[in-house]
């Protein structure tokens, strides 16, 4: 399956897992160290936004990916649209990975979808529910996080990823670990 259509499927997946946050909710704490749900909802969202100016435009301003504190819908759409109508061969900039390395589109949804994957496992996580994307979501994430650089950039001040974690379990207990979560869904925050 081509990335862009495992894209969209991790959009709707962590679409369904969204709609089940209660307002009660949003205090719990999340797999990601200081953020509680209200934080990482607020993350995912601007990332869906900030990510779908960037394919549609070529480029978008660290600004573009601020935290907003709703609207997981209309941000899943607009980047879903993104990807959909984005010329295959267009090349993206995203300032929150390079300020100077342009990304094929297709490489920019594989980015995105890590991103999405490991955020709904940390939102159900928070929800104290079990999340296990299907074979080929795992697949897809655990390839995108088998390029994810460690060292010591997982260690700064609001590092994308925590340090690697050791894991001898499955493929989808492997991905989480190379993005430092606990695959046992261990709180952070």
Known sequence: MAIIDLHHRALTVAGAV???VRSTDLARPTPCAGWDLAALLGHMV???HGFAEAVEAGSAPRSAY???PAGWPASA???TSAFATAPPDRVVLLVEISEELRFPVPVVAGFHLLDTVVHTWDVATAL???????DELVAATLAQARLVPAGAARVRPGAAFAP???????????????LGRDPHGRLAA
Not at 128 to 134: I, L, N, Q, T
Not at 164 to 177: H, K, N, T
């Open 18 to 20: 969204v709609a089940r």
């Open 46 to 48: 601007g990332q869906n």
């Open 66 to 68: 601020a935290p907003r």
């Open 77 to 79: 759409d607009r980047l």
């Open 128 to 134: 104290g529910e079990p999340f296990r994307p299907d």
């Open 164 to 178: 690697v974690l050791p894991a001898a379990g499955d493929d989808w207990e492997q991905a989480l670990a190379l």
